[in-house]
């Protein structure tokens, strides 16, 4: 479990570079605001991300929970005008940038990650059982 938090912040925080690199928030706050995400998505999917392709499911549905929990959380430290409650087509409008961010640099790139580490620790204590055809074709039946 260690290796999967270690690598939750580390590619959280290369995503907050880069979610400030596409000036969507300032730097500090893009690091720290990846940090929290790779840190809070490697404890809560950490154990059910068994594959790459797993985990970018679980990223991005994850990057999608995290971007409609944003307005009432997290929002207001990353744009400093407040968007207003009435004009609800204009607040999606207005934060949909956020979510192609947070899935591009924060879901996506976390959920590949931790299912590459999931799934080498996994080969790893199975023992590498490969995929065989012969095994595949066999159907076990018991009356």
């Given at each position: 479990m260690n290796r999967a938090i270690v690598c939750g912040i580390s590619v959280g925080a290369g995503g907050g570079v880069l979610l400030s690199l596409a000036g969507l928030a300032t730097p500090i706050v893009?690091?720290?605001?990846?940090?929290?995400?790779?840190?809070?998505?490697s404890l809560i999917a950490g154990r059910r991300?068994?594959?790459?392709?797993?985990?970018?499911?679980?990223?991005?549905?994850?990057?999608?929970?995290?971007?409609?929990?944003?307005?009432?959380?997290?929002?207001?430290?990353v744009?400093?005008?407040?968007?207003?409650?009435?004009?609800?087509?204009?607040?999606?409008?207005?934060?949909?940038?956020?979510?192609?961010?947070?899935?591009?640099?924060f879901g996506a790139p976390l959920g590949i990650c931790l299912g590459t580490v999931r799934r080498l620790l996994?080969?790893?204590?199975?023992?590498?059982?490969?995929?065989?055809?012969?095994?595949a074709a066999l159907a076990r039946t018991e009356a």
């Open positions: 893009s690091i720290s605001l990846g940090c929290i995400f790779g840190s809070i998505f991300v068994n594959t790459p392709g797993g985990g970018l499911l679980w990223g991005v549905a994850f990057a999608l929970v995290f971007w409609l929990a944003d307005p009432a959380t997290i929002g207001r430290l744009r400093p005008v407040p968007l207003e409650l009435t004009p609800m087509l204009d607040n999606v409008r207005a934060r949909f940038p956020y979510l192609v961010g947070y899935i591009l640099f996994t080969l790893q204590q199975v023992g590498a059982e490969k995929f065989g055809l012969s095994r």
